[in-house]
């Protein structure tokens, strides 16, 4: 059977269980618990050396990381149901977006959940273990990161620059879905099983005002809502006590947020990344 090493608050692992959730594939979970830095444990750095969630076991004993490609290994190794269009442009253009999206979005994603949320649940961590969780960090830059996200919360520079960035990639979601039903185009896909969980976790925090100006996000999230796959991987998966701890903090937050908004420059679909999705 296949094991997956994740966490029920992890975007990334949010995205892996949506695709074993819509391939209907069975798989036995071991929760990392990344508020309390099991993710620098010995045993897991012997599995995934970067110390992040997930990590997908196969049948025979192999370990699969990063969320993309475990994603494409589930894909390729468990073909049906397919989540890649049979239209080659579409396949093309779904690839470009979930690689725009691990570029882009991942640092994003941190730099929004951290500090307002993610932050409060680490403090809970007594003095000492705190330092540690810093201090084994395999990544150092990340680990100062969250230490300036944890004592500033959004007045840190790169928090408010992961706001913008976020509120492009809704702006850039809202543009997409004008040239089809789905993010690749006419069928569900990788594309968007890949995108979901970065709404649903606005949607966690109470930031679903985000994004209810652009009703092409609003319907496309209402039916990705319908179907089983979501409650199976993102309404089922998160505790209930966290869920409300997270709708507490951010209601406490979208002030901050909405006035970062507030200065956010008029997205014209014109940048680097906005024209990404149209490569083929």
Not at 83 to 101: G, N, T, Y
Not at 147 to 170: I, M, N, Q
Request: aromatic content about 12%; some cysteine.
């Amino acid at each position: 059977m296949l094991t997956l090493y994740h966490h029920p608050a992890s975007v990334s692992s949010a995205k892996v269980r949506m695709v074993l959730a819509e391939k209907g594939l069975a798989w036995e979970g071991r929760v990392v618990d990344i508020f309390r830095g099991a993710q620098f444990d010995p045993a897991y750095l012997a599995i995934n050396p970067a110390g992040v969630v997930p990590t997908l076991v196969t049948e025979d004993g192999r370990f699969v990381r990063e969320s993309l490609v475990i994603c494409e290994y589930l894909e390729e190794a468990f073909a049906a149901p397919s989540l890649v269009p049979p239209d080659f442009a579409e396949r093309a253009r779904m690839r470009v977006w979930c690689k725009d999206i691990e570029t882009f979005m991942m640092v994003a994603c941190a730099g929004l959940s951290y500090p307002a949320s993610d932050r409060f649940e680490v403090a809970k961590l007594a003095p000492a273990e705190l330092g540690q969780y810093y201090a084994r960090h395999p990544n150092p830059k990340l680990a100062e990161r969250k230490r300036a996200w944890a004592e500033r919360g959004f007045a840190a520079p790169e928090a408010r620059s992961a706001v913008l960035t976020y509120h492009k990639f809704l702006q850039k979601i809202d543009m997409q879905l004008a040239k089809g039903a789905w993010l690749a185009g006419s069928q569900y896909s990788l594309a968007d099983a890949e995108t979901v969980p970065y709404i649903a976790l606005l949607e966690m925090l109470g930031f679903a005002a985000w994004w209810h100006k652009l009703e092409r996000i609003d319907d496309w999230y209402q039916r990705v809502k319908q179907r089983p796959s979501f409650g199976k991987a993102i309404s089922a998966a998160v505790p209930e006590g966290l869920r409300a701890d997270m709708a507490a903090r951010g209601a406490r937050t979208w002030a901050e947020i909405d006035a970062i908004l507030a200065t956010a420059e008029p997205f014209t679909g014109r940048s680097p990344w906005a024209m990404r999705a149209e490569a083929i």
